[in-house]
């Protein structure tokens, strides 16, 4: 690998990981007045919590180079 291309990786790899310390809550209002909270952790992942319930997202197509990857 070239050391341009690693740098400019290593560059893309501490920004995202910066950025996943700044997650995002959106409360939603719902029709029983009770609420829907999304949490955005980051890339594709997501919790959503609401009515008691907790639901954690990260749609994950394993592709490429994580095919077969579990």
């Not at 290593?10 to 029983?32: D, E, K, R």
């Amino acid at each position: 690998m070239k050391r341009s291309t690693f740098l400019r990786y290593l560059g893309a790899g501490a920004l995202t990981t910066l950025g996943l310390h700044h997650s995002v809550t959106a409360p939603t209002a719902a029709a029983q007045g009770a609420g829907l909270t999304i949490q955005w952790f980051g890339h594709t992942s997501a919790l959503f919590t609401g009515d008691g319930q907790r639901i954690l997202v990260n749609p994950f197509r394993a592709l490429g180079c994580t095919a077969g990857f579990r």
